[in-house]
């Protein structure tokens, strides 16, 4: 079944709450690796060599831990700036560009190899997957209402 693009374009924003959702989750994922300490472990404390705070493991576990770190920084800058876009006026494409990015912030303790970070790979898995989620519940409201009569609802 298609989705009618033009549907969701007209759909008013106070009833795409997923928007404002998404627009937190971006600011969690910003600043999770501050929160979390993505690569801490307990019993280790400090800057590391390449800058990170905490990072234990020593250079074993700092690329994994930049790497997780960058990867929120990069993609909630993204998820952030899209949510926004989408209060404003929303285009298909955002849910589309959501939609992706919810993939790839869940498969990416995996292509990235930070799965040995907890607080990472967590981090990652559950904010991809509200991510996807809700870009799912966005495409799936913009398909035609069928009304009483058969109708749909006319084009502007």
């Not at 989408?86 to 190899?113: D, K, S, T, Y």
């Not at 990472?120 to 509200?130: F, K, M, N, P, Y």
């Amino acid at each position: 079944m298609a989705y009618d693009t033009d549907t969701i374009a007209r759909m008013p924003r106070g009833r795409h709450w997923q928007d404002w959702v998404n627009l937190v989750l971006a600011v969690w994922l910003f600043i999770s690796p501050w929160i979390i300490s993505f690569g801490a472990t307990s019993g280790t404390s400090g800057y590391d060599a390449y800058g990170s705070y905490g990072a234990g493991g020593g250079a074993a576990a700092a690329p994994a831990a930049s790497a997780a770190a960058w990867n929120a920084w990069i993609f909630g800058v993204i998820v952030f700036l899209v949510a926004l876009s989408a209060l404003g006026r929303m285009r298909p494409w955002q849910e589309w560009i959501n939609l992706l990015i919810g993939i790839w912030l869940f498969v990416a303790p995996w292509v990235l190899g930070f799965t040995g970070l907890p607080g990472a790979s967590w981090d990652h898995w559950i904010v991809g997957a509200l991510i996807f989620i809700f870009a799912v519940w966005s495409l799936g409201a913009g398909r035609p209402a069928t009304l009483a009569g058969g109708d749909v609802p006319p084009r502007a």
